[in-house]
């Protein structure tokens, strides 16, 4: 039989808990890729009961929650490095992202929640209509945009980006 035994894990365990670190990032380790026009997050959460698994969306901010429980209480414990306990991850959706679309799914010990884009951030081609002899290019004094006091014509919200 083979046992792991280092004789200050403990200590080591003891310090990283109390400055808030482990020898992972996290208990649910993630990845994050645009497949086309959705995100697909995926969590690392084997040993999780599904049932304990909370994905929430709140504004702009996505919370995945899980606990994953000691098994088998009892007995003397030689090494213990999988994570336990409760767990979070929060994400910041850009306002690109269709947060009210989210799906998610649990298979196989991984949580996979896909997030899509939304529809105006999508790239979208522009009909152009043709208004026969006359160019609307060029407008003339019925399409001429109205002063203000101060003698520059009034700002619409719309400005150039770039060259």
Sequence with gaps: ???N???FADAVRLLDKVAGQTGMPTGMPMDIQRLDDHFVATFDLPGVDPGSIDVTVEGNALTVRAERS???EGGDWLTRERPRGSFSRR???GRDLDGDRLTATYRDGVLAI???VAARAKPRKIEISHAGDRTALHPGPADASPDDSSGQPERSG???AGP
């Design 70 to 72: 000691t098994p088998h």
């Design 5 to 7: 035994y280092e004789p």
């Design 158 to 160: 719309l400005t150039a």
């Design 91 to 93: 994400l910041m959706l």
């Design 114 to 116: 896909t997030i899509p």
């Design 1 to 3: 039989m083979l046992l």
